[in-house]
């Protein structure tokens, strides 16, 4: 059994949504699983999620879909109907959605890297001049030049 789920609104992107949706459908024994975002249409955005399983999961995972989201999502409306087409295995799906966010993520990790290094020699620097501030302070005390 097969079936094809449009969640629309304003917000489905960018707020987790296709791994909320993938990780419930993990916990509910669903076979099949893939979940892409669309663009939609008059403001709207889409994901779509089709899913593969026995009629008991796929029931269980459509009633999630259509009442729960995440936090900061905004949904306007859900549309659930059968699916003939091909669905990839819940794992390999995994696979394929971890592998497409590390790659979005490594320009961000390579950024914070650079500027960490850049507040590391900044901090360097701020210790070195305090600690020299510290030296000059205890040799005036000591009567030292």
């Known amino acids: 059994m097969k079936r094809k ?31 892409q975002n669309q663009p939609g249409k008059n403001s709207q ?11 008991g999961p796929l029931d269980a ?27 990839p295995r819940m794992v ?12 979005k993520a490594i320009p961000i990790i390579q950024e914070i890297k650079g500027h960490t290094a850049e507040t590391a020699e900044s901090l360097r620097e701020d210790r070195l001049v305090r600690m020299e501030r510290d030296i000059q302070a205890i040799k005036a005390r000591l009567g030292m030049p």
């Open 5 to 35: 789920i449009e969640i629309i609104g304003p917000k489905v992107h960018e707020v987790g949504y296709r791994y909320f949706l993938m990780n419930q459908a993990m916990l509910m024994g669903v076979n099949g699983f893939a979940a």
């Open 45 to 55: 955005q889409e994901v779509w999620v089709i899913i593969e399983g026995s009629k």
């Open 61 to 87: 995972f459509s009633t999630f879909a259509q009442t729960k989201r995440p936090d900061d999502a905004e949904v306007s409306d859900v549309i659930i109907k059968d699916f003939e087409g091909f669905v």
């Open 92 to 103: 390999d799906f995994a696979l394929i959605l971890t592998a497409g966010q590390i790659v």
